[in-house]
């Protein structure tokens, strides 16, 4: 969820934009993490382990791990901590042939 | 493209390393992978003796903008994945459309690429929900978003202590800090020892803990070998906060994410004592402490020696970072885990150095010196010491490289 106040970090000033992560249609703020994007709607695991399917999500938080691993339409396989969102981003835990998408 | 000086990371270090080159004339790029300057400082704050609060990212605007205002190109979105002697950086932009060049020529290089958190493993610790405190820092400071309503962190040292500050200030509920259990993996984290010289450490920032603990008696290594021989306390309350030091985190538990921690017992010697008890959390938060990430200093054959007091593997230099290899310089947490008033000190004085190979300062100047004294005051007066005995470290490295460079 998004602080609701706060007594000293301000209110981001990004105009609202729609992504969708696995199909389902999110509303972001323009230009912020996915990783923080995802977050503040509730969702927390990101992928699924190779080694045992267990799902996984943020660690480091700073682009070292790569847990955040993600695949963007059209970027490839990404940190999610590291990639801003934009209007329309299409945002997979998985490649998006596994995922049955175009 | 060819230029004087190529900056990697755009944190307080390299942003006054670009400055100084810049304002005496030099042509320079700096290359950061965050969508924004300004590295680690974007998600600082704490609270200063005089109660004032300080927020990092006020200070990363401003030295953005002396940066800028100097005529540095700098590069968001971009990934410094190789350094050639030459000296040549390959930059690759993998988080948007490439909005600079793929490789860079440079009569210098300062590699000021922060530090990373090493890792604390613990049962339990893949779940989502489990991040380090700079992950929750970010989350909350940055982006403005919650990590979770219910707390728990992990590791007793100052940025433990900062981050569940901050929790509190974004309006979770931290429930406890407490020290890692110890298991065949772990560190000297959960070490009573350890755990007493960190509390020692954590007094610079909280003088109401440092009034309990006697500081400075628990700082000196003979006040620790006192302490671990009488009962190490139990708790503390740090600005409402609770540490408790007899309750280490065995293993977090959940169903697809975090969903509780369970916490083990410990006698007034480390034994296991009683029973362990559950916490409903939905966050935890993990503090391995800092490290140096100097990968492309290691890339570049640059040798490495072991500092604990600076985090651990330090690269080894000179005075204004300068290693062995002509043209390359080590500049903030990279070359040694201390804080961003440091850090920026030290890109003014490696800056400063570069300047004066480039033939931009005359070598009799007295800039150089001046900035070096600059990094000795802001380490005397920093206002948080991630690990005790920096000073005594550089002191050390100092003295190593004078002898055999």
Not at chain 1, 16 to 29: H, I, K, N, P, S
Request: with cysteine; charged share 15%; glycine share 14%.
């Amino acid at each position: 969820m998004r602080i609701q106040s706060h007594p000293f970090v301000p209110c981001p000033e990004r105009p609202a934009v729609e992504f969708r992560f696995d199909g389902t249609a999110y509303q972001a703020l323009q230009g912020e993490s996915l990783a923080a994007a995802l977050w503040a709607v509730g969702v927390t695991a990101l992928r699924r382990s190779d080694v045992d399917g267990a799902p996984r999500g943020i660690y480091c938080g700073i682009g070292h791990c790569f847990e955040c691993r993600v695949h963007v339409l059209g970027m490839g396989t990404v940190r999610a901590c590291l990639t801003p969102v934009t209007a329309g981003m299409q945002v997979f835990s998985a490649r998006p042939e596994a995922a049955g998408a175009e | 493209m060819n230029c004087d000086l190529a900056v990697v990371g755009g944190g307080p270090a390299g942003l006054a390393a670009a400055r100084e080159v810049a304002q005496r004339g030099g042509s320079v790029v700096l290359f950061d992978e965050n969508p924004t300057l300004g590295g680690k400082l974007l998600g600082q704050l704490h609270e200063e003796r005089s109660g004032a609060w300080w927020k990092g990212w006020e200070v990363a605007a401003r030295l953005v903008g002396e940066a800028q205002s100097a005529g540095v190109r700098a590069y968001t979105g971009a990934s410094v994945w190789g350094l050639e002697p030459g000296w040549t950086t390959h930059v690759a932009y993998p988080h948007g459309p490439a909005s600079g060049p793929g490789r860079v020529t440079a009569k210098a290089v300062v590699v000021a690429t922060g530090a990373m958190e090493k890792t604390l493993p613990l049962p339990g610790w893949t779940l989502p929900g489990v991040m380090t405190v700079g992950a929750a820092q970010v989350l909350m400071n940055v982006y403005r978003v919650l990590p979770g309503l219910r707390a728990v962190v992990v590791g007793i040292d100052p940025l433990a202590l900062s981050v569940a500050r901050q929790l509190k200030l974004a309006g979770a509920e931290v429930l406890a800090v407490v020290p890692p259990a110890r298991h065949r993996l772990s560190t000297p984290l959960g070490e009573p020892e350890h755990v007493l010289s960190m509390l020692g450490a954590m007094s610079k920032a909280a003088p109401n803990l440092a009034q309990r603990l006697a500081g400075s008696l628990l700082r000196s290594k003979a006040g620790r070998c006192i302490a671990t021989r009488t009962p190490m306390p139990e708790s503390f309350d740090v600005w409402g906060i609770p540490l408790r030091l007899r309750t280490p985190l065995e293993r977090v538990e959940g169903d697809g994410q975090v969903e509780a921690v369970v916490l083990g017992r410990r006698g007034a010697n480390g034994e296991k004592r009683g029973p362990e008890t559950t916490l409903a959390v939905d966050v935890v938060c993990l503090s391995g402490g800092l490290t140096p990430f100097a990968d492309l200093l290691a890339a570049a054959g640059v040798l490495f020696t072991n500092a604990p007091a600076l985090g651990g593997a330090v690269p080894r230099h000179g005075p204004a970072g300068k290693t062995q290899s002509t043209g390359l310089y080590v500049a903030g947490s990279a070359g040694g885990v201390e804080g961003a008033d440091v850090a920026a000190a030290q890109g003014r004085a490696a800056g400063i150095a570069v300047a004066m190979e480039l033939g931009l300062v005359p070598s009799s100047s007295n800039e150089l010196g001046d900035a070096l004294r600059a990094e000795a005051a802001a380490r005397a007066t920093a206002k948080l010491e991630f690990y005790p005995g920096a000073a005594a470290a550089r002191q050390l490295l100092a003295s190593g490289w004078a002898v055999s460079g």
